[in-house]
């Protein structure tokens, strides 16, 4: 009886240690760059506010009825994508930077609607994510007008679908890479817009400085960030508006 106890209770702290040290570890994230999101919370052209569940960031200028549910990639804060989509909002698109649960997307159940309901105005809705967020926005495509890959790409079969979906990966991907991006192209519809910025990186897709296994970009963050919003902004202007509500 007493080694069987004994037994129990060490097979107890294991657990409890490992549950301590994966929410340590899911709980230490890569912060945003503080000059990048305060020069969008300076941009008079943009508002801002966390609702909690998500940042939100909607044009104060005229609105297109379009926006994104965009969902970070594993333990990067939400805030560090605020500089990617700054032009995006500005010229006229909404964008929901979600929180996922424990700072990983896999954890999230939440659907689509949660995030949508941040901005009831928006009547054509795609979904996006940058890395593991770009996995997890796949298994959501069906429930979108539009499907945003940023140096990311699909587990998951949608290549049946009639989705629009715009693919952003950078050259110096050393996470997301070519090679990878191209043995999941398959799943993607064959009306997919695959776009390569050359030289860019893993971490060029955020600002929230170097990343752990990403190789070194070529060209300059700022540089890598305007070719990437051009790329958004372009597919963006052509989503067709929803024809009614889901």
């Known amino acids: 009886m007493n080694r069987a106890l004994r037994w129990t209770a060490w097979v ?16 230490t994230v890569m912060q945003g760059t503080r000059s990048a999101a305060l020069a969008v919370w300076r941009d008079d052209r943009v508002a801002v506010r966390d609702a909690g569940d998500s940042v939100v960031m909607t044009p104060t200028g005229t609105a297109d009825g379009k ?9 990067v804060d939400p805030y560090a994508y605020m500089a990617t989509f700054r032009q995006v909002v500005a010229s006229g698109t909404t964008v929901v930077i979600t929180k996922p649960t424990l700072h990983l997307a896999f954890f999230d159940t939440r659907p689509l609607s949660t995030f949508e309901s941040h901005a009831p105005d928006v009547s054509t809705w795609a979904v996006g ?11 959501l495509a069906q429930d979108a007008d539009g499907l945003l890959l940023l140096g990311s790409y699909c587990a998951n079969d949608v290549s049946r679908s009639y989705i629009s979906v715009l693919s952003v ?29 050359r030289g860019a990186n893993h971490a060029d897709f955020g600002a929230y400085g170097a990343q752990p296994g990403d190789r070194t970009a070529t060209i300059s963050r700022a540089a890598a960030r305007d070719r990437i919003s051009d790329a958004v902004e372009s597919w963006v202007s052509d989503l067709p508006p929803a024809p009614g509500l889901r």
Do not use: E, Y
């Open 12 to 27: 107890v702290a294991v657990v409890v240690l490992v549950a301590v040290v994966f929410l340590v570890w899911a709980n």
């Open 67 to 75: 926006g994104i549910v965009f969902i970070p990639g594993a333990k």
């Open 129 to 139: 994510g940058h890395s593991l967020g770009g996995v997890r926005a796949c298994q």
């Open 169 to 197: 990966s950078g050259s110096r991907d050393g996470l997301s890479t070519p090679a990878k991006v191209d043995a999941a192209r398959h799943l993607l519809p064959s009306t997919a817009t695959m776009t390569v910025v």
